[in-house]
C-alpha cells in the first residue's frame, strides 16, 4: 500500500514538473522561437537582428533538449522501477499458482485416501456384524448347553466327559470370537480416527488454497495497477523522447540558418559547431567529418586563425602585414587570383555579406621558409582557398548551401568547399593512404619534409577529432593537441 502511494504521488510529481515545464517553455522566448516566427523573422527583421534572434532561438531549444534529456533520464528510472515492481508481483503471481496446485495435488490425493478409508470402515462395520452374529449364536449355544438337565445331559452324552469339553470348546470359541470382535472395533476406531484427521488436513488446504487465491488475485490487481501506471510512465517517456527530438531538430535547424548568415567570429567557431557543420556535409560529399576537420585545423585552427596580411599592389600582388605595415612581399598571385579575388570582394559587398574594401580584407601572406618566400599567400577564411580554386567551386557550393554568392569568410560555405576540394583529391576513399595524399595536395606539397609537418599533423588530429565523434570526448593528449 506504501509503495502504491509513493508511486502516486510520484507520478503525480511529475505531471506537475511537466507542466510547470510547459509553462516555462510557453514563455516570451518560447513564443519568439516558434518556427513560423522564426520566418517571419527572416523577412521583417534587419541581418543583425535576425542573427541575434537564431542565436537566442538555438541557445534556448539546446537548453529545452537537455532539460528533456535530463526529464528522460528521470522518466526511465521510474519505468525501471516500475518494471521490476510488475516483474516481482508476477514472479509472486506464479509461485502463489504453484502453491495452489501443489495444494490442491495434495487435497485431490488427501480425497482418494479418504475415499479409501471409508472403504475400508464401511467393510470393517460388515465384519464387526459378522462377528456379532457369529457371537450371538455362540452364546445362544452355550445358553443351551447351560439350561440342559442332568438328565438331559446323560442321556444327551455317552460320557461325562463329552459334556465337560463340548462346554470348554464353546466357551473358548466364545472368547476368541469376543477378542476378534475386540480387535475389529479398533481397528474400525483407528480408520475412522485417521479419516477424522485426514478430513481436518483436507479441510486445511482447502481453506490455504482460499487463502492463496486471494493473495493471488490481490497480486494480479497490484501488477494490473503497476502496468497501468507503467502505461502512463512510457506515454510520459514517448512524450519528453518526441519534444526532446523536435528541440534537437529545431536547434539544428537554426544552426544551419545561423551558419548561413555568419561570418568566422572572432576566437573561431565554437568546437561543437564545427563537429556538427562537418558531419552534416560529410553526409553529403562522402568525406570523413574527422578528416575534413583536422585539415581546417591545420590550417587556420578551424577559424582561430586570421590571414595576416592585406593585398596592395594588384600588379606585382604585394601586399602589406597586417600587424606590421611593413611590405609583404608575394602576398597573391596576380596573373591567377587577383582578378576573381577582386570579383569575389564586390559581389559580397554588394550582397550586403563584407563591409570591406578588397585592400582591407585579410588573406594568408606567402610563407617563408630559411629566409626564402615559399609559393604565394592570398588564401581566404577558414578553408584557406586561393580564390582561383574558389572560383572553382563556387557554382557547386552556392548550389549545396543556396546561399548566393558563395563567401569564403562564411562557416557554412568555408567547410564545404573544404569538404568539395577533399572529395576531389580522392579523401573520399576514407582510407589512410587516400587521406594523407588529399591532404598534401590541398597543402600543395608532397615532400617529406610536407609530409612531416603537414600530413601526418592532420592524420594525428583526424584521430583526436574521431574519438570525440564516436565517443563525445577525448583524450587529455588529444585535448591539449586541438585546444
Given at each position: 500500500m506504501?509503495f502504491?502511494k509513493?508511486?502516486?504521488?510520484?507520478?503525480?510529481?511529475?505531471l506537475g514538473f511537466?507542466c510547470l515545464?510547459?509553462?516555462v517553455?510557453?514563455?516570451?522566448l518560447?513564443?519568439?522561437?516558434?518556427?513560423?516566427?522564426?520566418?517571419?523573422?527572416?523577412k521583417t527583421?534587419?541581418r543583425?537582428e535576425?542573427r541575434?534572434?537564431l542565436?537566442?532561438?538555438k541557445a534556448?531549444?539546446?537548453?529545452?533538449?537537455?532539460?528533456?534529456?535530463k526529464d528522460?533520464?528521470k522518466t526511465?528510472a521510474?519505468?525501471?522501477?516500475l518494471?521490476d515492481?510488475i516483474?516481482s508481483?508476477?514472479r509472486?503471481?506464479?509461485n502463489?499458482?504453484?502453491?495452489?496446485?501443489q495444494s490442491?495435488?495434495?487435497?485431490?490425493?488427501l480425497g482418494q485416501?479418504?475415499g479409501?478409508?471409508?472403504t475400508s470402515i464401511?467393510?470393517?462395520g460388515?465384519k464387526?456384524?459378522e462377528?456379532?452374529?457369529?457371537?450371538?449364536?455362540?452364546?445362544?449355544?452355550k445358553?443351551e448347553?447351560?439350561q440342559?438337565?442332568?438328565?438331559?445331559i446323560?442321556?444327551?452324552e455317552e460320557?461325562?466327559?463329552g459334556?465337560?469339553d463340548?462346554l470348554?470348546a464353546?466357551?473358548?470359541?466364545?472368547?476368541?470370537?469376543q477378542?476378534?470382535?475386540?480387535n475389529?472395533?479398533?481397528?474400525?476406531t483407528d480408520?475412522e480416527?485417521?479419516?477424522?484427521t485426514?478430513?481436518?488436513?483436507?479441510k486445511?488446504?482447502?481453506n490455504?488454497?482460499?487463502?492463496?487465491?486471494l493473495q493471488?488475485?490481490?497480486?494480479?490487481?497490484e501488477?494490473a495497477?503497476?502496468?497501468?501506471?507503467?502505461?502512463?510512465?512510457?506515454?510520459e517517456?514517448?512524450k519528453?523522447?518526441?519534444e526532446?527530438k523536435?528541440?534537437t531538430e529545431k536547434a539544428t535547424?537554426?544552426?544551419n540558418?545561423?551558419f548561413?548568415?555568419?561570418?568566422v567570429?572572432e576566437?573561431?567557431?565554437?568546437f561543437?559547431?564545427a563537429v556538427?557543420?562537418?558531419k552534416?556535409i560529410?553526409?553529403?560529399t562522402?568525406v570523413?567529418?574527422a578528416?575534413?576537420?583536422?585539415v581546417?585545423?591545420?590550417?587556420t585552427?578551424?577559424?582561430k586563425?586570421?590571414?595576416?596580411c592585406y593585398?596592395?599592389?594588384v600588379?606585382?600582388?604585394d601586399?602589406?602585414?597586417?600587424k606590421?605595415?611593413?611590405l609583404a612581399?608575394?602576398?597573391m598571385k596576380?596573373t591567377?587570383?587577383v582578378?576573381?579575388?577582386?570579383k569575389?570582394?564586390?559581389?559580397l559587398?554588394?550582397a550586403g555579406f563584407?563591409?570591406t574594401d578588397a585592400?582591407?580584407?585579410p588573406v594568408?601572406?606567402?610563407?617563408?621558409?630559411?629566409g626564402?618566400?615559399f609559393?604565394w599567400?592570398?588564401?581566404?577564411?577558414p578553408a584557406?582557398f586561393?580564390a582561383s580554386t574558389?572560383m572553382l567551386?563556387k557554382?557547386?557550393?552556392e548550389?549545396?548551401?543556396g546561399?548566393?554568392?558563395?563567401?569564403?569568410?562564411s562557416?557554412?560555405?568555408?567547410?564545404?568547399?573544404n569538404?568539395?576540394y577533399?572529395?576531389?583529391?580522392?579523401a573520399s576513399?576514407?582510407?589512410y593512404?587516400a587521406?594523407?595524399?588529399?591532404a598534401?595536395?590541398?597543402?600543395?606539397?608532397?615532400s617529406?619534409?610536407?609530409q612531416?609537418n603537414y600530413?601526418?599533423p592532420?592524420?594525428?588530429?583526424?584521430?583526436?577529432?574521431?574519438?570525440y565523434?564516436?565517443k563525445?570526448?577525448m583524450s587529455?593528449i588529444?585535448?591539449?593537441?586541438?585546444?
Amino acid at each position: 500500500m506504501r509503495f502504491k502511494k509513493i508511486i502516486f504521488f510520484g507520478l503525480v510529481f511529475l505531471l506537475g514538473f511537466f507542466c510547470l515545464k510547459q509553462v516555462v517553455f510557453s514563455g516570451a522566448l518560447g513564443q519568439d522561437c516558434l518556427w513560423e516566427n522564426i520566418e517571419q523573422g527572416e523577412k521583417t527583421l534587419s541581418r543583425d537582428e535576425y542573427r541575434q534572434l537564431l542565436e537566442r532561438c538555438k541557445a534556448f531549444y539546446e537548453q529545452k533538449s537537455e532539460e528533456l534529456e535530463k526529464d528522460i533520464s528521470k522518466t526511465e528510472a521510474e519505468k525501471k522501477t516500475l518494471s521490476d515492481a510488475i516483474y516481482s508481483f508476477q514472479r509472486k503471481i506464479q509461485n502463489l499458482q504453484y502453491q495452489i496446485n501443489q495444494s490442491n495435488v495434495m487435497i485431490k490425493d488427501l480425497g482418494q485416501q479418504i475415499g479409501n478409508t471409508e472403504t475400508s470402515i464401511e467393510k470393517t462395520g460388515w465384519k464387526i456384524e459378522e462377528v456379532k452374529g457369529r457371537l450371538r449364536v455362540l452364546l445362544r449355544a452355550k445358553y443351551e448347553e447351560d439350561q440342559k438337565s442332568t438328565i438331559e445331559i446323560l442321556l444327551g452324552e455317552e460320557t461325562l466327559s463329552g459334556f465337560f469339553d463340548n462346554l470348554v470348546a464353546l466357551e473358548a470359541l466364545n472368547v476368541k470370537t469376543q477378542d476378534l470382535l475386540a480387535n475389529i472395533k479398533d481397528l474400525k476406531t483407528d480408520l475412522e480416527d485417521q479419516k477424522q484427521t485426514m478430513d481436518s488436513e483436507k479441510k486445511d488446504l482447502e481453506n490455504l488454497v482460499t487463502i492463496k487465491e486471494l493473495q493471488k488475485q490481490e497480486s494480479a490487481r497490484e501488477k494490473a495497477q503497476q502496468e497501468y501506471f507503467l502505461q502512463l510512465t512510457e506515454k510520459e517517456y514517448q512524450k519528453y523522447v518526441a519534444e526532446q527530438k523536435e528541440a534537437t531538430e529545431k536547434a539544428t535547424k537554426i544552426g544551419n540558418l545561423l551558419f548561413e548568415l555568419i561570418q568566422v567570429p572572432e576566437g573561431g567557431i565554437k568546437f561543437e559547431d564545427a563537429v556538427e557543420i562537418a558531419k552534416s556535409i560529410s553526409s553529403q560529399t562522402g568525406v570523413r567529418a574527422a578528416f575534413s576537420l583536422a585539415v581546417l585545423w591545420q590550417e587556420t585552427r578551424i577559424g582561430k586563425l586570421k590571414g595576416g596580411c592585406y593585398l596592395r599592389n594588384v600588379t606585382t600582388g604585394d601586399g602589406v602585414y597586417i600587424k606590421t605595415g611593413n611590405l609583404a612581399p608575394k602576398t597573391m598571385k596576380p596573373t591567377r587570383d587577383v582578378s576573381p579575388f577582386l570579383k569575389i570582394v564586390k559581389s559580397l559587398n554588394d550582397a550586403g555579406f563584407l563591409q570591406t574594401d578588397a585592400f582591407h580584407t585579410p588573406v594568408s601572406c606567402c610563407m617563408i621558409t630559411n629566409g626564402s618566400y615559399f609559393g604565394w599567400g592570398g588564401a581566404m577564411g577558414p578553408a584557406q582557398f586561393i580564390a582561383s580554386t574558389w572560383m572553382l567551386y563556387k557554382d557547386e557550393i552556392e548550389q549545396k548551401t543556396g546561399q548566393i554568392p558563395a563567401n569564403p569568410w562564411s562557416v557554412r560555405d568555408a567547410f564545404f568547399a573544404n569538404a568539395l576540394y577533399l572529395r576531389d583529391l580522392g579523401a573520399s576513399a576514407q582510407t589512410y593512404s587516400a587521406e594523407i595524399r588529399a591532404a598534401l595536395r590541398y597543402f600543395g606539397c608532397t615532400s617529406s619534409w610536407c609530409q612531416r609537418n603537414y600530413g601526418n599533423p592532420v592524420m594525428n588530429v583526424a584521430n583526436c577529432f574521431q574519438e570525440y565523434i564516436d565517443k563525445g570526448s577525448m583524450s587529455v593528449i588529444c585535448q591539449e593537441s586541438i585546444f
